[in-house]
């Protein structure tokens, strides 16, 4: 009976974190839809447009170390319910009637509820699944990945009906509904950690910096594009419905991408897959440009897959080169990863002020191929920590593991 009540604290753990993730995704991927009707009403640049998002996404990404720090003592259920709590309330103070003014200081609000959400939710199912958590692991990044369906969606069909306002309290509601689920899911108790070591040959770190570098120039690619793919689809013709039918249609092909690039790194290692998934990423931005809107449409949850999965890769692969607690390895990468998905828009939203915005959408495919020779210099650290691909007998041996681990269970 206690082994059965252990695992089924287990799946709540797993549960309430991955809801939790899949709404504050879906956040801060939702803005997306928003920016043509911000653009519009208060006459924003791209570079603009991509300062004021950085308020969000910079707070976020900037007070992950800061808030994993200051919150050790909390409880998950506390941490992630105050973090629900605070990017609600950030919504709230958008939606008000407080202009330019009241939208930019709801959006460092909502970052600061989004900062804590990260570090506390990857923590949670570290700790509840131990040296079995690369398996969860993914399917918290999943989930994450669901919410960016979903909920940018949901906004583009609400948009043309309620006005930009109302939507974002419908949001906010759906953030009171959260915080009221995760009391009976998230455990009540402070998290017990421990300190992992990456290497035993001390390359861990300089691993972990390479790991972390790769992650934020991944994501500077993504954010560039999606920067620029509401514009791209007005420009190909379609209407504020066809911008979340889009960006859905990118974030559900970057779901099923978690899956697929996680048996892609079994196969390939992760030096391998993420070569192969940053060369096609590259090579599908650079075609949205030339394609009309159906063939565009088309592309996207093929680009999604890539675009996205990559970081399931690299996201799975920071317990084994973190060196110290790996509670900070999490917060130092998504400290970085965000960070990088704040600052890199502005960039190429600067440079398709001064070009033109195809320019900026190029830029965003060179940063994709940039990672192409940068990964294989990761090559030595992850030999140095078993993270190597498998072949049969190291298939063989990982399922023999997940066989044992369940019988424990």
């Known amino acids: 009976m206690k082994s059965r009540d252990w695992w089924n604290q287990k799946k709540k753990n797993l549960t309430g ?3 939790a993730h899949a709404l504050h995704d879906g956040y801060t991927d939702a803005l997306y839809v928003f920016l043509p009707v911000w653009q519009a009403q208060f006459g924003l640049s791209y570079a603009a447009l991509a300062i004021m998002r950085a308020l969000y996404s910079g707070t976020m990404g900037g007070l992950q170390i800061p808030a994993e720090r200051a919150l ?6 506390a941490a992630l319910i105050l973090s629900t709590v605070l990017a609600l309330t950030g919504l709230l103070i958008m939606a008000a009637p407080f202009g330019f003014a009241g939208l930019c200081v709801g959006l460092v609000v909502a970052g600061i509820g989004s900062s804590i959400q990260h570090p506390c939710g990857s923590m949670l199912v570290t700790a509840s699944y131990g040296s079995a958590s690369r398996q969860p692991l993914g399917i918290y990044n999943f989930s994450g990945d669901l919410g960016k369906a979903a909920l940018p969606a949901l906004v583009a069909l609400l948009l043309p009906i309620l006005g930009w306002q109302p939507v974002l309290v419908v949001m906010a509601v759906l953030g009171i509904a959260l915080s009221v689920a995760l009391m009976p899911l998230a455990p009540a108790a402070p998290i017990t950690r421990t300190a ?5 040959s001390g390359q ?11 992650g934020a120039l991944d994501t500077a690619t993504r954010m560039g594009y999606l920067l620029f793919l509401p514009f791209l689809i007005h420009g190909q013709g379609g209407d504020t419905a066809t911008v979340g039918l889009a960006l859905a249609v990118l ?10 690039c996680g048996r892609l790194g079994e196969r390939l290692g992760v030096v391998g897959s993420v070569m192969v998934t940053e060369a096609a990423s ?6 949205t440009l030339f394609t009309s809107l159906t063939p565009t449409l088309i592309l996207l949850p093929l680009l999604g897959v890539v675009l996205n999965g990559t970081s399931s890769v690299l996201y799975g692969t920071v317990p084994e080169l973190a060196d110290g607690d790996t509670g900070r390895a999490f917060a130092v990468f998504y400290t970085s990863v965000i960070g ?3 600052l890199a828009p502005i960039l190429y939203g600067a440079i398709a002020d001064h070009s033109t915005q195809t320019t900026g959408v190029l830029a965003s495919a060179a940063t994709a191929a940039l990672i192409v020779p940068l990964v294989l210099t990761l090559r030595p650290h992850l030999n140095a920590s078993g993270a190597q691909p498998r072949g049969r007998a190291g298939v063989s041996r990982h399922r023999m593991l997940r066989w044992i681990g369940q019988g424990r269970q």
């Not at 974030?251 to 697929?260: R, S």
């Open 340 to 342: 990088s998905g704040g």
């Open 204 to 214: 861990g770190r300089g691993g972990f910096g390479i790991l972390t570098t790769i």
């Open 251 to 260: 974030f559900i092909g970057g779901a099923f991408g978690k899956a697929t």
């Open 72 to 77: 050790r003592g909390l409880s998950p259920r």
């Open 282 to 287: 590259a090579l599908l931005i650079v075609a």
């Open 17 to 19: 974190a991955c809801l």
């Open 196 to 200: 992992t070591r990456g290497t035993a």
